[in-house]
């Protein structure tokens, strides 16, 4: 059974960093693309950033990119958003994701998410 | 980036109602696009990938199609444990992005 858990949310002032993890378990993380999607307060889904299955290819929104960093260990099965310059509108809910496989395009699996507040 | 537009953003039906969302998106997409059921507080559910492919474990009252830029979502039958707000999202390309979400709400 997947299993996802995220940690390491909390309450940060802009301008600061935050990393926040993610604990893989239930399926063989290695041969998996890895995603983080977050939700604001009250808004939609934004999908983040994506890792592949090995490290080497990694993507991100245009709202992110150059400030957060996407990574993974896969001897500890887990996964990691370094988030760098944090602003009040990255204030939201972090989910892991894992991807669907088997060719297909999703997100399959999500965790529980982990909230991230900026604010002074 | 690909833009995904959702219609309508909410909807008022009743249980048995056959309820219909649409998402649009700004280029082709191919059947690149899956579908999505929130409920408040509650990590989202992946229903549908490949425009069309009913996940396991998904009530057959779901269903998907569409391909290129037009795609929708039909319920045919509500249920009490449908209300939720629903998303659509492409995965054409990076970076990945998602409709802004149907609420469908009691009537």
């Known amino acids: 059974q997947v299993h996802l858990v995220e940690s390491g949310g909390g309450v940060v002032q802009p301008g600061t960093s935050l990393r926040v993890s993610c604990a893989a378990s239930g399926f063989t993380f290695s041969t998996y693309s890895m995603h983080w999607v977050r939700q604001a307060p009250g808004k939609g889904l934004e999908w983040v950033a994506v890792?592949?299955?090995?490290?080497?290819?990694?993507y991100y929104a245009d709202s992110v990119k150059g400030r957060l960093t996407i990574s993974r260990d896969n001897s500890q099965n887990t996964l990691y958003l370094q988030m760098n310059r944090l602003r009040a509108e990255d204030t939201a809910v972090y989910y892991c994701?894992?991807?669907?496989?088997?060719?297909?395009?999703?997100?399959?699996?999500w965790g529980r998410g982990t909230l991230v507040t900026v604010s002074s | 980036d690909i833009q995904m537009t959702q219609s309508p953003s909410s909807v008022s039906a009743s249980v048995g109602d056959r309820v219909t969302i649409t998402c649009r998106a700004s280029?082709?997409?191919?059947?690149?696009l899956a579908w999505y059921q929130q409920k408040a507080g509650i990590a989202p559910k992946l229903l549908i990938s490949?425009?069309?492919s009913l996940q396991s474990g998904v009530p057959s009252r779901f269903s998907g199609s569409g391909s290129g830029t037009d795609f929708t979502l039909t319920i045919s039958s509500l249920q009490p444990e449908d209300f939720a707000t629903y998303y659509c999202q492409q995965a054409n390309s990076f970076p990945w992005t998602f409709g802004q979400g149907t609420k469908v709400e009691i009537k």
């Open positions: 994701a894992r991807d669907l496989g088997n060719g297909d395009s999703a997100i399959g699996y």
């Open positions: 280029q082709g997409i191919s059947s690149l």
């Open positions: 490949a425009a069309s």
């Open positions: 890792i592949s299955y090995d490290g080497t290819n990694k």
